[in-house]
């Protein structure tokens, strides 16, 4: 009898629990968050064909070591830093004018403010291509 008063007073408890305090953006800007997930991309993939652009094991592994040399040598601030693995992208319709464009490849980052979890001004996917 106990137990059946005591989930519906915890379940209200928690339903009217109080927002988390906000942080100021000024008291983040110049420390070092660091990043949302540290990865360690392992290289020597298979090969991989988009529409006609073909990526052999060799640039896939320069791509993998290249993000991985971004974790390792940067520390993003003021914001959570998060990197990924770029290729050409697959040929759309909203992408027909870049299929005469060279195959690219590389590694991307991208910055999250953690206050509110979006991407910052500055995080316009600025890739580094090879």
Not at 63 to 69: G, I, M, Q, R, V
Request: aromatic share 6%; proline share 7%.
């Amino acid at each position: 009898m106990h137990a059946r008063l005591m989930v519906p007073a915890v379940m209200a408890v928690l339903a009217t629990s109080l927002p988390a305090q906000a942080v100021p953006a000024r008291t983040l800007q110049d420390s070092v968050l660091g990043w949302m997930k540290v990865y360690k991309f392992p290289g020597g993939r298979a090969p991989v064909t988009i529409d006609d652009k073909h990526y052999s094991t060799a640039q896939l592994s320069i791509a993998d070591s290249l993000a991985n040399w971004m974790q390792a040598s940067y520390l993003p601030r003021g914001a959570l830093g998060d990197v990924s693995r770029i290729q050409s992208a697959k040929i759309g319709a909203y992408n027909k004018s870049t299929a005469s464009l060279p195959q690219t490849y590389g590694a991307s980052r991208r910055s999250t403010r953690s206050s509110n979890a979006t991407p910052t001004e500055s995080s316009c996917r600025s890739p580094t291509v090879i």
